[in-house]
């Protein structure tokens, strides 16, 4: 079972970025996947979330209207689209699946695989 995120990089403030999480191993219909991040110093803290099948997805109140989860069936992925981004946007961004018996809702634990990690710089 891996997750595979991507996309990170250094952008500026009002720009956008799209990460990717690929998932590979297993069928993941049983989860629902998220986007959770660790801004520097700080604890980490979700972001988004998706059901698999791409019904319902859920944020955190300091990226809605600026970022979009989707999935994409044929490639195994989940994205992240991140529009408008501020500095206070620069964290580690992570990919993560959850049971769908433990709900869609926003939550930092309970997740049964974890992406490696991208970082997201946004600088002002």
């Known amino acids: 079972v891996q997750l595979q995120a991507s996309g990170g990089g250094l952008v500026q403030a009002g720009g956008s970025l799209r990460l990717s999480c690929e998932a590979s191993?297993?069928?993941?219909?049983?989860?629902?996947m998220a986007w959770l991040r660790q801004p520097p110093g700080k604890e980490r803290e979700f972001v988004a979330s998706?059901?698999?099948?791409?019904?319902?997805?859920r944020y955190a109140d300091s990226v809605k209207g600026r970022f979009t989860i989707s999935r994409d069936d044929a490639k195994n992925t989940v994205n992240l689209r991140m529009n408008s981004l501020k500095p206070e946007d620069t964290a580690v961004y992570y990919c993560?699946?959850?049971?769908?018996?433990?709900?869609?809702?926003?939550?930092?634990?309970?997740?049964?695989?974890w992406g490696q990690g991208t970082q997201v710089t946004v600088s002002s």
């Open positions: 998706i059901t698999w099948s791409g019904e319902s997805s």
């Open positions: 993560a699946a959850k049971p769908r018996t433990l709900g869609i809702g926003p939550a930092t634990s309970g997740y049964d695989y």
């Open positions: 191993g297993r069928t993941f219909s049983r989860y629902y």
